[in-house]
């Protein structure tokens, strides 16, 4: 039972990662990286119940707040305040090639964490590849979405994912260390709201392929 | 806790109080705040540091206080004669502090890093780990860079200095910090106590040495790797310069004659020829280069490359003549090393704090628009008179002992067996010999073109006298430097006590009687004597004077009408000579322009004329790497075309390459 919840959500984690590189409304980009939080809050919630730790639980409440209430809302706010371009029109590697690449990324993962499982073979571990998969697919919207705001979700996807391999390595990453990772990325997430307010002020745009002229 | 270790607590918490107080006191408080605090904090250095010198050491450790290594202090003989100067130059520094810093160093972050700097040199010898001494050195070097900046608003020229300074110590810094690494890994710990135990082959040893070499010569302004020191130098405010020249370069020495003879026990004589060679030639290279020079601080600057040199030389004779058995000479060189880093630090203390007060009354550095400082800079003018006796090596001045005593190993060293050492010596005897020479032309041309004669600018001719707490700073030095220039054995028992090889002197208070080589020097007789003489020689002329008639009568000068300033001697023209003899070595470039009458070509309206000379070593070693870094930073714009998506492009394709190589070889 217990197992078979974990790979639910582990799935529901692969999924919404899939369906960001596949929806272009950056509204509901936004409420797919909610969903992904809700996946990750109850992947952490399931290890909590496997381990009977209640400080667990207190992290998986702790994520669910900020991945899937907070982060979401400054998110949205953000896109509230951009006005007209809410769309991804143009992203530098169209849809069904983002969709095939995530496969082959996907098949990446699988094939370098053997060696990570063999360490300490358990359900949690085996689900370490997918992990690795939403952390090279954040790095992959990174790379190719044009909008500041995508690029924004591309960075928390990583964070996700890297969060989601912690986990399922060491099943209780102490809560002060999640504690302060959270708070990191709090931080980031708001520098970055308030620089894409500023780049939309200063250059009317937020596509980041524009800004050529900041080099050297 | 003994006296040593109580000194050195006290000296680190003065020194951090003191850094607090300048973050805190109001502005025009706060430069005698902080000069108080830096001069007692030096004051407590220097019992800490003769403390240990008397034979208590101390050593504590804290293995939880630093990730990974710990935290191990430790004082010893070597260390404490390093604790002792550096305290004794705070003490001067701190001092005239008080009333230099008042003229636009008032800055919060300028002021309280002061005394940090002093903490840090402080800390440097008494550090006993590896780690604990990597991070003491990198403070010293980020404060003193930090030091080196207060003035950047002012002058341009400060940024450009700042920047040799940081890139060049923080260079040598890595090569020590590989050397102690692969030192550390080898012997299995990194504690001094450690390393000194370990046994290291060849190979290894003297690729450790070679890199730690690399880096203390940097600090200590050695030839190939002294480019930063003459730019540095002249920036900095005075009273830092002073640290840094008298105390800081010295910490290069320590390092050496620490992993030299310390921790590695010596070595092959390929090892100390090479520290004698890089020695003479820093020496020679560094005193021609101060000879030729203008501007007043950059001159003091050349110096010290000379007078480090001259210890480097000591320093490998004395590894010479340890690796060949022969520890009595071993100890003369290196004692000799160790008392010229004494005196270099006391009269170099006494010139740049005197170069400051010229600088504080005149606003130029320039000696070609100095002069004619005699009346209205008494003090100063007496002072750089005796600064300028002490380092230029002649018989009553400070650094004619410790040269004395360098040149007694040197000859005695030319019997030593091995065709390596008897070819050594002799021209080690002629660099020295040279270099002593030109010293005296230098210090000559930096007095007299300086500060006597009439002044050649409006800034010399508006000079005023510094405040009295400048005076005192300056006064505080000038009597270190007549001590040891009189009785120099009050300090040599310690100095031999710090080069570990016992004392080579019969220890009488007046007389150096050197113990098992034939040499005797007395100081105090031979100032006595001359100035008997020259009282005597002034009595006689005065007699001889004062038969015949006095006539008073304006000079001779050739019906051209009253002599001006611009009749007199520059320091150009009195370098003129010296860089006529050494055209092949120094390379300078002379521009000269001559304006003739629209009338008549044979008539001659103006002539300009305009001297250059380059660093020479720099333009050879330096220039071709420049270039070369600049080439390879050209060719990597390409990469960098100002996407940001390109950017993360090149991340997430390296990671994924790593992760497919991985994935195909395992």
């Known amino acids: 039972m217990n197992v078979q919840l974990l790979d639910l959500a582990c799935g529901a984690l692969l999924l919404t990662a899939v369906l960001i590189l596949w929806r272009r409304e950056l509204a509901v980009i936004i409420r797919v990286f909610a969903l992904q939080g809700v996946a990750l809050a109850a992947l952490v919630a399931v290890l909590a119940a496997g381990e009977g730790a209640p400080e667990l639980w207190g992290v998986a409440a702790g994520i669910l707040v900020l991945r899937a209430g907070v982060l979401p809302w400054l998110l949205r706010r953000a896109l509230a305040r951009g006005g007209a371009a809410a769309r991804e029109t143009r992203p530098l590697v169209n849809v069904a090639a983002s969709l095939l690449t995530a496969a082959v990324l996907t098949l990446l993962a699988y094939a370098v964490s053997p060696p990570l499982v063999a360490l300490a073979p358990s359900p949690a571990t085996q689900a370490i590849p997918v992990g690795m998969t939403v952390v090279l697919i954040g790095f992959f919207v990174l790379v190719t979405r044009r909008r500041a705001l995508s690029q924004l979700v591309g960075f928390l996807l990583l964070d996700n994912g890297i969060t989601a391999v912690g986990f399922l390595t060491t099943t209780s990453v102490g809560l002060l260390v999640e504690a302060g990772i959270s708070l990191d990325v709090l931080l980031a997430v708001l520098v970055l709201q308030i620089l894409t307010t500023r780049i939309r002020e200063t250059f009317g745009d937020t596509d980041l392929d524009e800004l050529r002229e900041l080099h050297d | 806790m003994n006296l040593a270790a109580t000194g050195l607590g006290v000296a680190g918490t003065l020194g951090v109080v003191s850094a607090l107080a300048g973050l805190v006191v109001p502005r025009g408080a706060r430069a005698a705040v902080v000069g108080t605090g830096t001069a007692l904090t030096g004051a407590a250095g220097v019992p800490a540091g003769v403390a240990a010198l008397a034979g208590q050491s101390f050593s504590v450790t804290w293995p939880g206080l630093l990730?990974?290594?710990?935290?191990?202090?430790?004082?010893?003989?070597?260390?404490?004669?390093?604790?002792?100067?550096?305290?004794?130059?705070?003490?001067?520094?701190?001092?005239?502090?008080?009333?230099?810093?008042?003229?636009?160093?008032?800055?919060?972050?300028?002021?309280?890093?002061?005394?940090?700097?002093?903490?840090?040199?402080?800390?440097?010898?008494?550090?006993?780990?590896?780690?604990?001494?990597?991070?003491?050195?990198?403070?010293?070097?980020?404060?003193?860079?930090?030091?080196?900046?207060?003035?950047?608003?002012?002058?341009?020229?400060?940024?450009?200095?700042?920047?040799?300074?940081?890139?060049?110590?923080?260079?040598?810094?890595?090569?020590?910090?590989?050397?102690?690494?692969v030192f550390a890994a080898h012997a299995g710990g990194d504690s001094f106590a450690a390393l000194r135990s370990a046994h290291l082959s060849g190979a290894t040893a003297a690729a450790v040495f070679v890199l730690t070499l690399a880096g203390f010569a940097s600090k200590a302004g050695i030839l190939p790797l002294h480019a930063w020191l003459p730019r540095a130098h002249p920036e900095a405010p005075s009273h830092v310069s002073a640290l840094m020249s008298a105390a800081m370069v010295n910490l290069g020495v320590y390092g050496i004659v620490r992993v030299g003879f310390d921790l590695l026990h010596g070595g092959p004589r390929w090892w100390w020829l090479l520290v004698l060679a890089l020695g003479a030639a820093s020496a020679v290279y560094g005193i021609l280069q101060a000879a030729i020079n203008n501007d007043l601080k950059r001159l003091l600057g050349y110096s010290t490359t000379e007078n480090l040199g001259l210890v480097l030389v000591g320093v490998g004779a004395a590894g010479l003549f340890a690796a060949s058995g022969q520890r009595v000479l071993a100890g003369v060189a290196l004692a000799a090393a160790l008392l010229h880093v004494v005196n270099h630090a006391a009269f170099k203390t006494l010139l740049f704090l005197a170069a400051g007060s010229v600088l504080h009354g005149t606003g130029t550095r320039d000696l070609d628009h100095l002069g004619g400082l005699r009346r209205s800079m008494p003090v100063t003018t007496g002072l750089f008179g005796l600064g300028a006796l002490a380092a230029s090596a002649l018989p009553p001045g400070t650094a004619f002992v410790s040269e004395w005593l360098l040149l007694q190993a040197l000859i005695h060293g030319l019997p030593a067996a091995g065709v390596a050492t008897a070819v050594a010596m002799p021209l080690a005897v002629a660099a020295v010999a040279l270099t002593a020479g030109l010293a005296v032309a230098t210090f000559v041309k930096a007095f007299g073109v300086g500060f006597l004669a009439k002044p050649r600018g409006t800034g010399a001719a508006q000079a005023h006298e510094s405040p009295p707490s400048m005076l005192a700073g300056m006064g505080l030095a000038a009597v270190a430097c007549g001590v040891l220039a009189v009785l120099p054995a009050t300090v040599?028992?310690?100095?031999?006590?710090?080069?570990?090889?016992?004392?080579?002197?019969?220890?009488?208070?007046?007389?150096?009687?050197?113990?098992?080589?034939?040499?005797?020097?007395?100081?105090?007789?031979?100032?006595?004597?001359?100035?008997?003489?020259?009282?005597?020689?002034?009595?006689?002329?005065?007699?001889?004077?004062?038969?015949?008639?006095?006539?008073?009568?304006?000079?001779?000068?050739?019906?051209?009408?009253?002599?001006?300033?611009?009749?007199?001697?520059?320091?150009?023209?009195?370098?003129?000579?010296?860089?006529?003899?050494?055209?092949?070595?120094?390379?300078?470039?002379?521009?000269?322009?001559?304006?003739?009458?629209?009338?008549?070509?044979?008539?001659?309206?103006?002539?300009?004329?305009?001297?250059?000379?380059?660093?020479?070593?720099?333009?050879r070693l330096y220039e071709p790497v420049l270039a070369a870094a600049r080439a390879w930073g050209s060719a990597g714009r390409s990469l960098a075309n100002g996407s940001v998506h390109r950017y993360l492009g090149y991340g997430f394709y390296t990671v994924c390459g790593v992760l497919i190589l991985l994935a195909v070889t395992r």
């Open chain 2, 492 to 619: 040599l028992p310690g100095v031999a006590a710090a080069s570990g090889f016992g004392d080579p002197t019969t220890g009488e208070a007046v007389t150096l009687r050197l113990a098992d080589v034939a040499g005797t020097l007395s100081p105090l007789v031979l100032v006595l004597a001359l100035v008997a003489g020259a009282v005597i020689t002034l009595a006689l002329v005065r007699g001889l004077l004062a038969r015949r008639a006095r006539r008073e009568a304006r000079l001779w000068d050739c019906g051209a009408g009253p002599m001006s300033a611009r009749m007199e001697y520059t320091a150009t023209s009195f370098a003129e000579p010296v860089q006529r003899v050494f055209d092949d070595v120094v390379r300078p470039e002379t521009d000269v322009d001559v304006d003739h009458h629209d009338e008549s070509r044979y008539l001659v309206q103006a002539v300009a004329y305009r001297r250059r000379v380059p660093d020479r070593v720099e333009r």
């Open chain 2, 67 to 181: 990730p990974l290594s710990g935290v191990a202090f430790g004082l010893d003989t070597l260390g404490g004669l390093f604790v002792a100067v550096t305290g004794g130059v705070a003490i001067a520094a701190g001092i005239y502090g008080i009333g230099y810093a008042r003229h636009g160093l008032q800055a919060r972050a300028t002021q309280a890093v002061f005394p940090l700097f002093v903490v840090a040199m402080l800390l440097v010898p008494a550090s006993a780990s590896v780690g604990t001494f990597a991070v003491c050195w990198e403070l010293m070097a980020a404060t003193s860079l930090l030091l080196v900046l207060a003035e950047h608003r002012r002058r341009p020229e400060v940024a450009s200095a700042g920047r040799w300074y940081a890139v060049m110590t923080h260079l040598g810094f890595v090569t020590v910090l590989i050397g102690l690494v």
